[in-house]
């Protein structure tokens, strides 16, 4: 298993990939907020959360053997998203290494969390990060 507080006394020393990545150019996004209202943004982004906090507890329930839960005010974006992972996970045989991992890559200077770690039957290590 991996060690997951591995770097923790130095994790705020170091930005996000979030942080990172938001200082590329993003003209799609650039165009749809100049043409949207506040509002508009402000409710697609708590839809956005919620889907998204939604799914990753779910595939969090499906990998311990829980049962799946999609009462939301979104059943049907949950459940397409989770249908998904379902197809997924039947086309590739993994083990489960860690979940909810915080990485640290000092030599490119810039820190995560990983979603989970995976073994392939490779075996290769796999970060995954679910996206919604």
């Known amino acids: 298993m ?3 507080e591995r770097y923790i006394e130095e994790w705020d020393q170091w930005p996000s990939v979030t942080q990172v990545l938001s200082t590329l150019e993003k003209p799609a996004l650039t165009a749809w907020l100049r043409r949207t209202s506040p509002a508009e943004i402000a409710a697609v982004s708590i839809t956005s959360k919620n889907i ?5 507890e779910n ?3 499906i990998e311990t053997g829980e049962q799946v839960d999609v009462k939301t005010e979104y059943p049907e974006e949950v459940s397409n998203c989770i249908n998904s992972y379902f197809a997924w996970k039947k086309q590739n045989e993994f083990e489960v290494v860690a979940s909810e991992i915080k990485m640290l890559d000092k030599e490119l200077g ?6 989970r770690i995976l073994r392939d039957g490779k075996p290769r290590l796999i970060i995954v990060d679910w996206k919604t």
């Open 110 to 115: 810039y820190k995560g969390i990983a979603d």
């Open 59 to 61: 595939i969090d329930r």
């Open 2 to 4: 991996i060690k997951k």
């Open 52 to 56: 998204g906090t939604t799914v990753h």
